[in-house]
């Protein structure tokens, strides 16, 4: 990927999140593009990137050949925000996701945008289960159906995403 790219998603990041988190957000999406595990999507309007979502493995300890993924980040700059960018990068990447053989997708995130497209609350273990005190936010989305019905059991993250306050729901809204 192109160094104008990474600083393109970067900055849509930094945009969508807003001054208080824009910043940790963009780099967390820039140590993303770093893994080579890491599928980054992106929408485009007027030649520049304006949405970006992506997506890093999550393994189940003791399922390591179901493929399951991580949505995080997903943001669209202020500018193309309510002109149906979000709704591209979504559909594109679940559609992305099932031709490689994806199981499943899981989301730390808004509980009244992600249902749109599929995704439903669940009950499976995030890296840090104690610091989930929001459990509406934790979804899941099947992709090959009945794959999250069996997983059970501590999971991992990549690296830059297994630090504990990603995953503190405690006084967000």
Request: hydrophobic share 40%; with cysteine.
């Amino acid at each position: 990927m192109k160094q104008t790219d990474i600083d393109a998603i970067m900055e849509v990041h930094r945009l969508a999140f807003g001054e208080v988190e824009g910043a940790e957000i963009a780099q967390l999406a820039k140590d993303f593009l770093d893994h080579p595990d890491t599928i980054s999507i992106s929408a485009e309007r007027a030649g520049e990137i304006a949405g970006n979502v992506m997506f890093t493995p999550i393994i189940f300890k003791g399922h390591p050949a179901t493929k399951c993924y991580l949505l995080a980040p997903c943001g669209v700059s202020p500018e193309y925000q309510g002109r149906g960018v979000g709704k591209e990068i979504m559909e594109t990447s679940i559609r992305y996701l099932k031709s490689i053989g994806a199981d499943a997708v899981f989301v730390l995130g808004v509980p009244t945008f992600y249902p749109r497209y599929g995704f439903a609350q669940t009950d499976k273990q995030t890296p840090y289960p104690d610091l989930l005190t929001a459990t509406e936010a934790w979804m899941a989305l099947e992709l090959t159906p009945g794959a999250t019905k069996g997983l059970s059991g501590q999971t991992k993250a990549i690296p830059p995403f297994m630090q504990p306050h990603w995953w503190d729901t405690s006084g967000r809204g």
